[in-house]
């Protein structure tokens, strides 16, 4: 269940805001200050009041009546298997919406119309509500077909103690039980905004709910739950909040004064024995409340849930705040998340699938939707917040690499892993390799080392990782000595090395237009690769070549080879892009066979691991 799409009306800084448009994952809303991105989280939360939008637009002479109605409208999208647990939760009867056009093609087989809703990816209830109504009025019911008016429905009636529907006749949309306002009411219960404000959620009344309020007030109770009756997942709970706080080892509850609880921390490990040496929640930043309730969301829901985080680089740090998003991204991909931010840092981390720019146009926000596949677009909504997402300001430690292929494919490579020293890392290209070994090497190498260790606000250093083109063990052993050990060398001449497959290089020639119609087989990769890879490609050609001698992979020019591969199959229609087809070859490995990189994603983490 998820928000599909919004619009927002006659609301401060809004007259209308036009269609917004949310995904799974994460979704991030940017803008300078003051330009409409709270107040489209207070929209979002659905518990708003009237603010009318104040502006010559809407009040054009001195005397004019203010239109004193705000608005919102939203769209849930919900799976056939959602709807059909979530009616399974309730009892009596309820109707499945047909249109006009369909009534016919039912006949009388009502069991089978009502069966297929339950096997949709996704159906749309649409829903509206003005500040001065107490209800939301549905606009719009899912039936099966997406034309003519909705007039009637099929009636199931659960029976057999709620197990199924039976009982099935057709009869006019009236006062059967609404499938929008059953939506909308299980939708409330998987919606948390959290606003960049303090809480006072430090202890409460003991209790036996594990359901947070959505003021996250009962904190105390629900965690305290969670500690007595699940340790697993309350420890795995405290291994998340001490990777975004390094000074939190344990978040511990305690009962007090009788029928109370409070949230206490333990900052010191050495001392977790120690009670008395106890630091009381309320005596903590309002970042780390925040972030314990945040955390307890994703980790104890059952269902996928929406989560929206208002500013959460206005309560945390910036490494704080980037290492949160990634726990969530990484750990529970299940839910919605809707993030309002002005920071690099977590819109980089996010890597979001929509990105919606608020900018001020007088008299009113405008919004700009952007998709994370934009990249122009992208560029436009990362300048207003004056940064790239290259940035490693917030960062725990660099990796330097060759370029920007490397920087993209390795943090895919790196994805997956389960490795505390991941968490915090920024991959970034260095501007020109050339350098490192050049006339100016070593002015660069300061530059480069002092940029990473010179301040406090920029995170240290783990080394560079470079292609060993076709250096000479003296060059390597050079380089090694004027970087003061942090430069590294691939094993092999380049990165294009390491996806020289022809099962992968099938399947990203076979996506490219020239070969639509004319499809290339992994056996034909492998017979161009055979006849023409142990020639010009490599300086002294292999004994016993094949495409998986470990000493051809090594020595052979792989990105020369793919250049004139893609040439010579596409009749020079066509040629390799290394920053294109690169990471595709590098995606396709990875998510067909993850162990495919084992050597190269363990020679990274080595690497990593040693700056520790």
Request: hydrophobic share 40%; with cysteine; net charge negative.
């Amino acid at each position: 269940m998820q928000i599909k799409n919004f619009k927002i009306k006659n609301y401060k800084s809004f007259i209308d805001s036009k269609e917004i448009i949310f995904e799974k994952g994460f979704n991030v809303i940017v803008g300078q200050n003051n330009v409409g991105k709270t107040a489209l989280l207070e929209g979002l939360s659905f518990s708003f009041a009237s603010k009318p939008h104040v502006s010559k637009e809407s009040k054009p002479i001195p005397n004019s009546a203010l239109n004193a109605i705000s608005s919102v409208e939203f769209s849930i999208s919900v799976s056939g298997n959602e709807l059909y647990n979530i009616i399974r939760e309730g009892a009596g009867s309820y109707g499945f919406p047909i249109n006009t056009s369909m009534e016919q093609s039912i006949g009388t087989d009502f069991e089978m119309y009502v069966n297929k809703f339950f096997e949709e990816d996704s159906l749309e209830f649409l829903f509206q509500k003005d500040s001065n109504q107490g209800n939301w009025l549905v606009r719009q019911r899912p039936s099966l077909s997406p034309t003519g008016k909705v007039i009637n429905c099929i009636v199931g009636t659960l029976i057999g103690g709620g197990q199924k529907l039976d009982a099935f006749q057709k009869k006019p949309l009236g006062n059967i039980s609404d499938l929008g306002e059953i939506i909308y009411s299980r939708f409330l219960s998987k919606i948390y905004c959290f606003r960049a404000e303090r809480m006072n959620i430090a202890s409460c009344q003991n209790g036996v709910s594990i359901a947070l309020q959505s003021n996250a007030s009962n904190l105390a109770e629900v965690l305290h739950i969670l500690q007595s009756r699940n340790r697993p997942r309350f420890a795995r709970y405290n291994t998340f909040v001490h990777q975004i706080f390094q000074t939190i080892y344990e978040v511990r509850i305690i009962p007090v004064d009788g029928n109370r609880l409070t949230i206490n921390l333990v900052i010191d490990e050495h001392d977790s024995e120690r009670d008395d040496l106890l630091i009381p929640l309320e005596d903590c930043g309002t970042g780390v409340s925040q972030v314990l309730a945040i955390l307890y969301v994703a980790i104890t829901a059952e269902a996928p849930k929406v989560i929206i985080i208002d500013e959460p680089n206005s309560f945390l740090h910036p490494g704080a705040a980037r290492k949160l998003i990634e726990i969530l991204k990484r750990n529970f991909p299940q839910h919605q998340y809707i993030v309002s931010t002005h920071s690099p840092e977590v819109i980089s981390a996010a890597n979001p699938n929509t990105i919606t720019l608020l900018k001020w146009s007088r008299p009113e926000t405008e919004l700009i939707q952007l998709h994370n596949d934009n990249m122009q677009e992208l560029s436009v909504c990362l300048s207003e917040v004056g940064a790239r997402l290259s940035d490693v300001f917030g960062a725990d430690k660099i990796l330097w690499v060759e370029g920007k292929t490397e920087e993209e494919c390795f943090e895919l490579i790196l994805s997956d892993v389960d490795n505390d020293s991941i968490i915090g890392l920024s991959i970034v290209a260095v501007r020109n390799t050339g350098d490192f070994d050049g006339k100016k090497s070593d002015l660069i190498w300061d530059i480069y080392t002092r940029l990473s260790t010179g301040s406090a606000l920029l995170p240290p250093l783990v080394g560079f990782v470079f292609d060993r083109e076709q250096k000479t063990d003296k060059e390597i052993d050079d380089l090694k000595r004027k970087s003061k050990g942090i430069v590294q060398f691939l094993d092999r001449r380049m990165y294009e090395n390491y996806l020289l497959d022809p099962t992968a290089i099938s399947n990203v020639i076979n996506s490219l237009q020239t070969f639509e119609d004319n499809k290339v087989t992994p056996e034909t990769i492998s017979d161009w690769i055979l006849a023409n890879g142990n020639n010009k490609y490599i300086d002294i050609p292999v004994d016993d070549f094949s495409v998986e001698n470990s000493e051809w992979l090594a020595k052979v020019d792989g990105a020369k080879l793919l250049h004139d591969l893609f040439v010579d199959l596409s009749d020079s229609k066509e040629s390799y892009i290394k920053t294109v087809h690169s990471y595709q070859l590098t995606k396709i490995l990875n998510d067909s066979r993850p162990e495919y990189f084992d050597d190269l994603r363990n020679y990274l983490i080595k690497i990593i691991d040693e700056k520790k």
